[in-house]
């Protein structure tokens, strides 16, 4: 384990995304209207999260570079979902090009992730995680889905700017330490 | 196990990225231009609240009945009439007031009562079930060269529908729709099924037309017909003060069959241009034109959308509208493709707004005055006003002697407002405000409003503005005793 941001920042983001679905869903079905276009922009995000997907294993060698900038496009994305006030007319478009860059940078990022050493121990912690947040969610009264969108978004925004200045530094550490492996943690 | 190199392209190409690709591009691209342009949902229901078109008056009523047979129907209505059960009559319901539904009531549903029963070429008429609609009469009719007399501007209605609200359209020469109705089959409130014509001694027609489902279920009717003559479209900018010397004109000649007109709601020209559309005859007849589709409905609803802002983009509408129908000059068209106008590119969703429609009609002599006093009555720009108004069309409505609660008690042009308001308490309250106010101005000018939308006008205005309304009750309970037919706008002027 190199870098603290790589152990955690994953697991935030996984486990905000399960914690936010049922906020976002609420959003979506409300932006959609009607049932058949609601199905219909999942597929498209699930479509695009497999192309995502094979996009990432289709590289030669995984770059992490992308990673942060992956992190701070999903976080843009739903800090738009949670302040777009435009009319109805037009929503059902942005919002099918959300769900493609939604699911596109989801599916990157689920393959990127599987890939990592952390990801047994995420997948235990997330559940446990996923289940304790949404028991105290379950305590606090909805204002507005859009509330949640945005503080997550940001988070995630946020969570891309650590990722991108802590692996820089420790890439700059790295260097010093001619070649020798240095312990962050 | 071993797997064939056929197998494992099989299996691999689904991983392929290119693959992928392309499956998400056409997706993308195949719901773009499927996003239905029609996203809300209204109508009837039992499992919630049932509206009409605007949703404005949510109920809950206690089942919906499709209709099927006429047997059926008149069990139906004499079990409602023994037992005291209300009854609507429901078929698109794009009547705006509750017409179709009643707090309790079994609502038969009409639009599966559709079947086109005769055509007689000979005599050009057609005899039709009322829950079809006007396309399914064109669709009908359209092969054997015929055309209708009167229909509304669009052909999406219920002929039933239509019927019960006397509507009216584009055709100048034919009069009101009811007087096209040669003979009617009617299901009276006692369970009786008669069939009875223009000169039936109880006047049946004469409340049923216009009649807003009160006095019967209309089961048949046998429409007139006309050919399926061949126009040449005139169109012509005007100033408003021009209009009433141009269509005076227009009437003196023979040679226009239908018309209609726009009135800018732009701040820049407001109420004071306009355009006007004539078709008029070429001779020719039409047996092979086919039956046009709505087309363009995205970029109609677009260009509509950025006139609802209001403002500069309002003119910025306003001057498109004119250069789009410019270039429709000289066009020829077949009477039933005129027809049938657009519609779908209307819709409208925006949560805690609602647009809806509210005809005035006003003698065809009081038309300049009338938009002057308009003119000082409304805001020129409602940019940033909760009441707005998108649309003015002027239509011609001959002086009806058919029905009982008649709008047009002489030849009075229909202005067809499209209106915008909010859907908090006092935005409805404000809309009522000025919606009042617009009629006690057009009141003021010797006209009247049209029934068939949300109640906006007080009782006393509607009683000023149809004086028969006494006449029209008493004859409803009279042939209704135990008011089994019954509708929310029954409710609210009547009861």
Redesign the interface.
């Known amino acids: 384990m190199k870098i603290l941001s790589e152990r955690y920042v994953p697991l935030v983001v996984t486990v905000g995304q399960v914690v936010i679905f049922p906020y976002y869903i609420l959003w979506l079905k409300?932006a959609s209207?009607?049932f058949?276009?609601f199905t219909?922009?999942f597929?498209?995000f699930s479509?695009?999260a497999?192309?995502g997907y094979?996009?990432f294993q289709?590289r030669k060698k995984p770059a992490i570079s992308f990673i942060p900038f992956l992190y701070m496009g999903m976080g843009g994305i739903y800090l738009l979902v949670g302040n777009i006030s435009t009319?109805?007319?037009v929503l059902?478009?942005l919002t099918?090009i959300f769900q493609?860059i939604l699911g596109f940078l989801q599916g990157y990022h689920h393959a990127w992730h599987i890939m990592q050493n952390t990801f047994r121990l995420h997948a235990i912690n997330h559940y446990l995680l996923v289940g304790m947040i949404m028991v105290g969610l379950s305590f606090v009264k909805i204002i507005s889905p859009a509330i949640f969108i945005t503080v997550f978004g940001t988070i995630l925004f946020i969570c891309g700017l650590v990722f991108l200045f802590k692996k820089n530094k420790d890439s700059v550490i790295f260097k010093l330490g001619d070649n020798e492996e240095t312990e962050v943690e | 196990m071993e797997t064939s190199p056929r197998n494992n392209k099989k299996q691999s190409i689904h991983k392929n990225p290119w693959f992928l690709g392309t499956l998400v591009c056409i997706f993308v691209i195949s719901v773009l231009v499927n996003i239905p342009v029609e996203k809300r949902k209204y109508g009837l229901t039992q499992s919630s609240l049932t509206t009409d078109y605007t949703s404005l008056l949510p109920e809950r009523i206690d089942r919906i009945v499709k209709a099927g047979s006429r047997t059926e129907l008149q069990k139906i209505v004499k079990e409602a009439n023994e037992n005291r059960q209300q009854i609507s009559i429901a078929g698109l319901q794009h009547s705006q007031g509750g017409h179709t539904y009643y707090k309790d009531s079994i609502v038969l549903d009409m639009k599966t009562f559709n079947k086109i029963l005769k055509i007689d070429k000979q005599h050009k008429t057609i005899k039709v079930e009322t829950g079809a609609t006007w396309e399914d009469v064109q669709e009908a009719i359209q092969p054997y060269g015929l055309a209708l007399k009167v229909t509304q501007s669009q052909s999406i209605f219920t002929i039933g529908g239509s019927l019960s609200v006397n509507a009216h359209g584009r055709d100048i020469t034919f009069g009101p729709m009811a007087g096209t109705v040669r003979e009617m089959t009617i299901l009276t409130p006692t369970g009786d099924i008669k069939t009875v014509t223009r000169n039936d001694s109880e006047e049946w027609m004469k409340y049923v037309f216009g009649g807003y489902g009160l006095f019967g279920v209309i089961l048949d009717v046998t429409l007139e017909l006309t050919e399926n003559d061949v126009y040449t479209i005139h169109t012509e900018e005007l100033k408003t003060n021009e209009y009433e010397a141009y269509f005076s004109n227009l009437l003196r000649n023979d040679g226009t069959s239908m018309h209609y007109a726009r009135v800018s709601v732009a701040p820049h020209s407001f109420l004071n241009e306009m355009y006007v559309i004539d078709y008029k005859n070429t001779g020719k007849k039409d047996h092979q034109t086919e039956l046009k589709k709505e087309r363009g409905a995205r970029f109609g609803k677009l260009a509509l959308d950025i006139g609802r802002q209001g403002g500069a983009l309002e003119d910025l509408f306003w001057e498109n509208q004119k250069l789009l129908i410019k270039s429709l000059d000289g066009d020829e068209i077949t009477r039933n493709n005129a027809m049938r106008g657009n519609s779908a590119f209307m819709e409208f969703t925006k949560p805690g707004r609602v647009e809806v429609l509210q005809e005035f009609f006003v003698p065809v002599a009081q038309f300049e005055e009338y938009i002057s006093d308009l003119r000082r009555f409304l805001p020129s720009n409602d940019k940033n006003e909760d009441f707005k108004i998108h649309n003015i069309t002027v239509r011609y409505a001959a002086k009806d002697d058919y029905t009982y609660l008649n709008y047009a008690k002489g030849d009075m042009f229909g202005l067809v407002i499209l209106i915008q308001h909010g859907l908090k308490e006092k935005e409805i309250d404000h809309a009522k405000a000025i919606i009042q106010g617009w009629t006690d101005l057009t009141l003021k000018h010797g006209g009247g409003y049209y029934l068939p939308y949300y109640q906006y006008q007080t009782i006393e205005q509607f009683r000023k503005i149809y004086p028969s309304w006494e006449m029209f009750h008493e004859e409803k309970i009279k042939r209704d005793p135990n008011g089994v037919f019954q509708n929310i706008f029954y409710d609210y002027y009547f009861e």
């Open positions: 409300e209207l009607t058949t276009l219909w922009l597929a498209a479509f695009s497999a192309l094979r996009l289709a009319s109805f007319e059902p478009y099918l493609v």
